[in-house]
């Protein structure tokens, strides 16, 4: 069929009228997705140490020196406290002496008992006599140990019971620290929530100094039986690392895993936000751009964002808000040079 003149013209201004919509090979989109989301539940919570101890005396004797004091912090093993031992020393050299002594009899005697000129009992009673010895003179060097009085973990030093001066007698409280490796997250815990607590065994802490992290609980131990007045669980929250930039005393949030919930996210780098309102681009079933409003919750894992309202499942949006604006720009001036 031949076209005359004035049709084939017009068939060339509705070719270049015509304006593609959509390039899937130039513009990336992406359907909106249905997924199980952990449903969580925020309690707040408060950091506390797992180690904290009083260390006490083990034997008496004048305080002679104190070489830290609150607020310290002290490696394990350090000394922290000495105590007058002039008595205990001296107890620790008789005893040692004696030892040196049993020591060399004991060789004397085995001596004479290999030329079989003693009985073996001559040689059991040097033996038993050294062992007797060796006893004692451990047990004057672990009485001398303790005056020196070391700290048990590293920690902080929160509170000194003594002074240089005193007399500390047998487990009297001398020094209260806490350690900084161990923390964990202290919950009160509502019974509503305690089965479900109790099934999944899984919770997240928020760290860091503006509580910008959450970070997974190494394990959680909840008490077997509630408050009687508030009827709440304890719910001890324990963390796996140390270097979290929290400390015992501060305030933060636990989340507890309590079930799954189905619920739709798309790319966060899809949102365009206009002031107060937030949106994304969405192609429409005749390739068309359309702004759509939306109302998001929180960001997930691998860079999506849950939608709470706005969108439905499988719609196509586009995930360059950029391209998506210029398209939709040219779609509004193809429209006004069709008009």
């Given at each position: 069929m031949r076209l005359n003149i004035t049709q084939a013209l017009g068939v060339c201004i509705a070719l270049l009228c015509y304006v593609p919509?959509?390039?899937?090979?130039?513009?990336?989109?992406?359907?909106?997705?249905r997924l199980q989301l952990p449903e969580l539940r925020v309690i707040d919570a408060t950091i506390e140490a797992v180690q904290q101890a009083t260390v006490s005396a083990q034997t008496s004797g004048r305080i002679m020196e104190i070489t830290v004091d609150v607020d310290d912090y002290v490696p394990k093993g350090t000394v922290i406290i000495r105590l007058r031992d002039k008595e205990q020393r001296a107890a620790f050299n008789a005893a040692k002496a004696?030892?040196?002594?049993?020591e060399a009899e004991y060789q004397r005697v085995k001596e004479i008992y290999g030329r079989k000129l003693v009985a073996k009992a001559a040689l059991d009673k040097a033996e038993a006599q050294l062992k007797a010895t060796r006893a004692a003179m451990e047990q004057a060097q672990e009485a001398l140990e303790h005056t020196l009085v070391r700290a048990p973990y590293s920690g902080i030093v929160v509170k000194r019971h003594v002074e240089v001066g005193e007399t500390a007698r047998v487990g009297q409280?001398?020094?209260?620290?806490?350690?900084?490796?161990?923390?964990?997250?202290?919950?009160?815990?509502?019974?509503?929530l305690i089965h479900a607590v109790r099934k999944h065994q899984k919770a997240w802490v928020w760290v860091g100094k503006d509580?910008?992290?959450?970070?997974?609980?190494?394990?959680?131990?909840?008490?077997?039986?509630?408050?009687?007045?508030?009827?709440?669980?304890?719910?001890?929250?324990?963390?796996?690392?140390?270097?979290?930039?929290?400390?015992?005393?501060?305030?933060?949030?636990?989340?507890?895993?309590?079930?799954?919930t189905s619920s739709l996210a798309i790319p966060a780098s899809a949102l365009?936000?206009?002031?107060?309102?937030?949106?994304?681009?969405?192609?429409?079933k005749n390739q068309q751009l359309q702004f759509r409003q939306v109302r998001v919750g929180p960001i997930l894992d691998d860079g999506l964002i849950e939608v709470l309202a706005g969108l439905s499942e499988n719609e196509i949006i586009m995930l360059d808000p950029i391209s998506a604006t210029n398209l939709?720009?040219?779609?509004k001036q193809t429209s006004i040079d069709k008009d």
């Open positions: 919509i959509i390039h899937s090979q130039d513009l990336s989109t992406a359907p909106v997705q004696r030892f040196e002594e049993a409280a001398l020094m209260t620290g806490l350690s900084l490796e161990k923390l964990r997250a202290s919950v009160d815990l509502p019974q509503s509580k910008s992290r959450k970070v997974e609980a190494a394990s959680l131990t909840i008490s077997p039986f509630a408050d009687p007045a508030s009827h709440t669980f304890l719910v001890r929250v324990n963390l796996s690392a140390s270097d979290l930039d929290v400390y015992p005393g501060m305030h933060t949030k636990v989340a507890f895993l309590i079930g799954e365009v936000r206009r002031s107060e309102v937030t949106g994304v681009y969405v192609v429409d939709r720009d040219t779609q």
